[in-house]
Each structure stands twice: as C-alpha cells, then as structure tokens.
C-alpha cells in the first residue's frame, strides 16, 4: 500500500513539488515550473484542486477509473477525496496548470454557500472535462488573472477579488461541461437507455423487494458512473433528476398494480420497496393528487 499524503493546505501540495506559496489559503499552479521530481503519489485533497492537463504527462485513478490524461482536458477534486497520481515523464515539469484553494477562503461568501452546486468536483476519473482550444484559452486567461491578483500581495480587497474569479472560473467549467453533455447526446442517449432497462428489471426480478426502493448510488454504480455526473447527464437529457425518474416509474407501477390486482395497498407499497406504507400512499398522493385507495376506486370496477 503506497503512502496517502494528506493535502490539507496549499502549501502542502505546492512543496511535493518544490512550487512557491503565495497565499496560505490559494495558489495557482504552474506544473512547469515544479522543481522535484514524484513517483508513484496517493494525495487525500483536504482542499479543492482544478487541474488543466495540456499534455500526456500522468495517469490518474480516482475512485475505480484510471485516466491517461491527453490535452486539453480538467479533472477536479474536493475535501475527502482521494487520487493516486502516476507520472509518464521522467522530468518534474509538465504542461499543466491549475489552482488549489482551501474551504476556508470560502467562508462567508456565496460560493461558500453554493460550492456543492458545482457537482463536477464528485465526477469519476473517465467523466473529465474536454475542452475545445477557445475554451482552454478561457481557462487559462482566468488563471493569469487569479495568478496576478496573488503576485499583487494580500489587502482588504484580496479574499472578495479571489473569491470572485474563482466563482468564474467554477462557472465557465460549468458552461463546458453542459456543452460537452450536448456534445455527447449519442452516448447519453445510450446511458439513458441502458439506465431505463437497468430500472425495468430491478421490478422485473422483485429486487426492490430485497433491498427496496432502488437507489441513484446503485444505477449509478451499474452503468460505471459517479452519481454526479449521472445525475447531471440525465437531467440534461430528460429535464428529470435521477430520483424524480425513478419516482415516475414507481408511480406507473403502482398504477398498474392498483388497476389490475387485488394486492392491498400495503403489498403494493412493500413490492415497490417502501419500508412503510404510509410513505408509498404520501408519495403517490404529492404526485398523482389522490390516494392510492381513491385511485383505485376512479379506475376499476372492482377486482
């Protein structure tokens, strides 16, 4: 088992690779003009990281996925996270650029408040960002602004600056990875599909019966994507979160088992995979307007 080094500062980070500080709580790094050489690195991020990769210079595995980075592309971690980094190169300069900052510069702002929004820093290894070269450039001139700001030395003015153009930064990673779902309506398209029939049979072979209602983490898992993403995908595919999908299906089924069987409310509820019926008939109330009971007596002549 290789060493974990725990990345809880910037300063931490930037001394693997013998880069200077200037801030305690943010740093933009310039991987060419790192001074050691690392191996084989297990790093526990206890600070977020963005890194924008413009050459074939590491492999990465975060989660089960390894990466072999090619140009132009961003991978991103957040506190609690952990990546193993394995260099190609013998050299310690490589062509990659990023900016490490710690949660607490976020205190007391809204990205602070709004951090968990930008879901990317929770994608696996193989769900990296792929930029176009304008896109890159718009990266890259963000970064020189955040780098000037940092050489510009600490002020009152310097926590809201910072804070601001990472906000930015954040936000432009935003726009290109909702361009790269569009990009990839195809193979979305077939995510969705897998996803529909992995649903279908999770009723078909009674699972929710045995492990109960089915869980984002468990499609997720099943079609090799981090819950993030694929709940990011999907919502830009259907307009629907993962959890809102499923509950349209749960909602169908119950439907039919209401029209066509005489099972109780309560076998209906436990075949869905509800614990508790009372939260099956909540459920189907908030999204139908009636009461399974009421449902049933609308739509049959008695069974």
């Known amino acids: 088992m290789n060493e974990i080094i725990n990345i809880d500062s910037v300063d931490v980070y930037n001394k693997q690779f013998g880069l200077e500080t200037l801030h305690p709580l943010v740093s933009v790094i310039d ?52 990546a193993e980094t394995t260099p190609t190169t013998d050299r310690p300069q490589m062509n990659v650029l990023g900016i490490l900052f710690h949660p607490d510069l976020l205190r007391g702002t809204s990205l602070g408040k709004n951090i968990r929004n930008y879901s990317f820093f929770s994608y696996e290894a193989n769900e990296a960002l792929h930029l176009s070269e304008e896109e890159r450039d718009i990266l890259i001139h963000t970064l020189q602004i955040i780098n000037k700001e940092l050489e510009h030395g600490i002020d009152q003015h310097s926590k809201t600056l910072l804070v601001n153009y990472i906000e930015l930064l954040l936000n432009y990673c935003m726009r290109f990875y909702e361009r790269q779902f569009t990009t990839r309506s195809k193979v979305n398209s077939d995510i969705l599909t897998r996803f529909e029939k992995l649903l279908d049979r999770y009723f078909d072979e009674c699972l929710s019966e045995e492990f109960g209602l089915p869980s984002v983490k468990y499609f997720a898992n099943e079609l090799c994507l981090s819950p993030n993403y694929f709940g990011d995908m999907l919502k830009k595919e259907t307009g629907k979160t993962p959890q809102e999908y499923i509950q349209v299906k749960v909602i169908e089924l119950a439907k039919e088992r209401l029209t066509y069987t005489p099972a109780s409310i309560s076998m209906i509820a436990y075949s869905l995979g509800f614990q508790y019926p009372q939260h099956f008939c909540r459920l189907f109330k908030k999204r139908v307007g009636c009461t399974p009971n009421e449902y049933r007596a609308q739509n049959t002549s008695g069974l």
């Open 31 to 82: 991987m060419n003009q790192a001074t050691r050489l690392i191996g084989l690195k297990r790093f526990n991020y206890g600070i977020y990281a963005l890194f924008l990769k413009m050459e074939k210079a590491c492999n990465i595995k975060y989660g089960r996925q390894t990466y072999d980075y090619q140009e132009g592309t961003v991978v991103c971690f957040a506190p609690g996270q952990t």
